[in-house]
């Protein structure tokens, strides 16, 4: 019920009510909305991501993709940076060329910012 209204309020399901906030929202990220158990659960230990339809688990080597929900590799020899979310070069590798690849650009080179090139 709704203190302010004093009406009682139907969530559709997957939201549902927040009693502190007097709202109907979304569950919170990887859970997801139980029809059985008619509240938010969150996803085994085995498959910890809900991507809209079932909880999934990303192979080695992949990551959890928020915008396309499903799990993906980074390109080349890139590799993926859990507190940026996005896929950068290695350290021994820091410069990415025009073709997606990650090299290294030593003296007496240097790399090439506006030709992306050694």
Avoid at 24 to 50: G, I, S
Avoid at 55 to 66: A, E, K, L, R, V
Avoid at 94 to 103: A, E, G, K, M, Q
């Amino acid at each position: 019920m709704n203190p302010t209204t004093q009406k009682c309020v139907f969530c559709i399901p997957p939201m549902i009510w927040n009693p502190t906030k007097y709202i109907c929202e979304a569950c919170p990220l990887n859970t997801h909305y139980d029809n059985t158990l008619k509240r938010c659960v969150a996803c085994p230990v085995a498959n910890p991501l809900w991507n809209g339809t079932h909880c999934i688990g990303c192979p080695t080597n992949t990551h959890f993709d928020m915008i396309s929900l499903k799990c993906l590799s980074c390109p080349g020899n890139m590799i993926f940076n859990n507190v940026t979310l996005k896929c950068n070069c290695p350290s021994n590798s820091p410069y990415l060329t025009r073709d997606n690849v990650c090299i290294t650009c030593d003296w007496p080179r240097y790399w090439n910012f506006s030709t992306k090139n050694c």
